[in-house]
């Protein structure tokens, strides 16, 4: 989970963590890019507006080195927004507002999440 707002994260990651997930969290592109090189993640929820930060450059940065994560674009800007078009352009997996439920995040999670073989696997990761 990569977004700047501590309030926010600490929403998401109870919520998911409810629901059985693993979140590791960042607020910065570099502290993401630090995690990913560390941990295996199943998938990535990418705020677009980090500050000073751009969350797309993430996203771009990570489809350039063909990183195998599926991320999931959120913001707090309405749908139709030029940066939805642009992240799905640029490589996301799907888009979430966050006025949304968060069982819409969490149905989209479990869809991008999905093992081929869950009895491998013995966590979940968001």
């Known amino acids: 989970m990569v977004d700047?707002?501590?309030?926010?994260?600490?929403?998401?990651?109870?919520y998911l963590e409810?629901?059985?997930?693993?979140?590791?969290?960042?607020?910065?592109?570099?502290?993401?890019?630090?995690i990913l090189r560390q941990e295996q993640i199943?998938?990535?929820i990418?705020?677009?507006?980090?500050?000073?930060?751009?969350?797309?450059?993430?996203?771009?940065?990570?489809?350039?080195?063909?990183?195998?994560v599926p991320v999931i674009v959120m913001s707090g800007i309405a749908s139709d927004n030029f940066a939805f078009k642009d992240a799905l352009n640029s490589g996301a997996a799907a888009v979430f507002t966050k006025a949304l439920p968060l069982n819409g995040l969490l149905n989209e999670i479990k869809k991008l999440a999905r093992d081929p073989d869950p009895d491998l696997s013995e966590n979940n990761y968001a």
């Not at 409810?18 to 630090?34: D, F, P």
């Open 42 to 44: 199943a998938v990535l």
């Open 18 to 34: 409810t629901h059985g997930y693993l979140v590791i969290s960042a607020s910065s592109v570099s502290e993401a890019l630090r």
């Open 4 to 14: 700047d707002e501590v309030a926010v994260r600490n929403l998401y990651q109870l």
């Open 46 to 68: 990418l705020d677009i507006f980090l500050g000073e930060e751009n969350g797309l450059d993430l996203l771009k940065a990570m489809v350039a080195a063909r990183t195998a």
